[in-house]
Structure formats: structure tokens, C-alpha cells
């Protein structure tokens, strides 16, 4: 069992940065690996990225290629996610998510997730 809290949403100016967190609980952290999507009210969940449970992997939507980068730190049991260069159409609820699989893209591959953190971009 593992428990996602994130954090570090906000408001935020277009070309601006932000840093999300996500804490995880569980001896186990470790052995999976994360991934973060976002989703606009009445959209599906979108798959932003993804970091292999070593952190020696990461796969990025094209939206964010270039602008976000995921990483994470076993010890402290926490996966980040570094915006920059924001954009309006970033504008969304962030959620963390942990899978035993490898790098998942799609909400189904993985099999735990945290309560969101809203993130604006204003123009």
C-alpha cells in the first residue's frame, strides 16, 4: 500500500515556474515507479511524465518535453515535477501516481494516486 499527498501547487504567471512535490508513504517507494498526470474539469486525465522506480528513466508527454522534468528521491520517499516556462493550457489539477509497472503512460497502468494539487497559469 502507498499513500500519494501532493504539493506545491498555485497561481502562477505565464513563463513562470513551479515545483510540485509528492509524498509518499511505504517502505516500498522505492520499487515503483511515478508518474504525474493532470486533468482539466470535464476532460480526461492526461499523462504529463513518468520516472522509472531508479530514476534512471523518464518519459515525457510532447506538451511538456523540454519544459518539465520529474525526479525523485528514494530516500526521502518524495517524486518532484519542475515546471517551467508555463503556459495557460498547463492550467489543471496535478496527481501523482505510483505503478509496478514500467513507465505507464495511461491512468490504468498504475495503481495508486494522490488527492491532486491545482495548478494556474494566468496570462
Known amino acids: 500500500q502507498v499513500q500519494l499527498v501532493e504539493s506545491g501547487g498555485g497561481l502562477v504567471q505565464a513563463g513562470g515556474s513551479l515545483r510540485l512535490s509528492c509524498a509518499a508513504s511505504g517502505r516500498t517507494f522505492s520499487s515503483y515507479a511515478m508518474g504525474w498526470f493532470r486533468q482539466v474539469s470535464g476532460k480526461e486525465r492526461e499523462f504529463v511524465g513518468a520516472?522509472?522506480?531508479?530514476?534512471?528513466?523518464?518519459h515525457y508527454a510532447d506538451s511538456v518535453k523540454g519544459r518539465f522534468t520529474i525526479s525523485r528521491d528514494n530516500a526521502k520517499n518524495t517524486v518532484y515535477l519542475q515546471m517551467n516556462s508555463l503556459k495557460p493550457e498547463d492550467t489543471a489539477v496535478y496527481y501523482c501516481?505510483?505503478?509496478?509497472?514500467?513507465?505507464?503512460?495511461?491512468?490504468?497502468?498504475?495503481?495508486?494516486w494522490g488527492q491532486g494539487t491545482q495548478v494556474t497559469v494566468s496570462a
Open positions: 501516481a505510483a505503478a509496478n509497472g514500467i513507465l505507464p503512460v495511461v491512468a490504468g497502468g498504475y495503481d495508486y
Open positions: 520516472i522509472s522506480w531508479s530514476g534512471g528513466s523518464t
